[in-house]
């Protein structure tokens, strides 16, 4: 049996639900090896709470990389994350180009802004950076924000199917081959995701709850990788890692003063049945 291994790049907020203590487990029970860079230590995520410790990790990636190619690591997906620093976007893509085994998949989430803004530390020069890592993405899984501020189409919190559209051949024209396009709202109770592979679009529909927790980006990007890399199709992946993140929403809303992660645990055994299926 082949066993795979993932590389997943971004950091580590150690209280917050989000980032690496998400996509460790999650991708871990999807029945993959999931191997960790760290982009950068926080005490916690940097939306909702303040005065927050930020270590960035910039320095050691090289001798990580090294040490891996001596060794002779390679890795059958990689797939990043937060980021820790502008020059270390250009890092990840030497690292793609390093350590990727055979039809390695890379996917990468431009976890960089949400809502209209940019969170707390990141600038243009980022988001120009962050371009060239997306055009060497097999998937890109970007929220709204995020691919407005990637194409320059000024941000709208409502749309239609057409400004979905044309965000869609923005990304494409950018060099992004396949786009898993997030937390899409067409009609007040339902939200979804766009699968967008090749030039053709299929939508994932599902409820829209009212309650909502950070972190859920996270949790929805890291069940996609596990799903993919297990073998399901993008469009599998994508109906799963929604279905899952659903599941995640409503037991959070059960607990009390939960609003800075998702209860993303109770539910892993739904994902794992989803898995199966
Ligand atoms: O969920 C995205 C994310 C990841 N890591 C850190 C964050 C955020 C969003 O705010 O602050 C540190």
New binding site residues.
Partial sequence: MRYKKVLTI??I?CVGK??LTVALPIISACGIETCVLPSAV?ST???GFSGYTFRDLTEDMPGICNHWEKEGIFFDAIYT??LGSTRQVAMVEDIFSRVSGENCLHIVDP?MADNGKL?PGFDDAFVEAMKGLCRKADYLVPNITESCLLTGIPYQETYDRAYIDRILAALSDLGCKNVILTGISYAPETTGVVVYEDGSCRYYEHPLRSNSC??T??VYASAFVGALVRGKTAFEAASIAADYTLACIDETAKVENHWYGAAFEPALGKLIALLEN
């Fill in positions: 971004q950091d907020s989000c980032s926080l995520h940097t939306a994350g937060y976890a969170y950070h972190g980006g996270d």
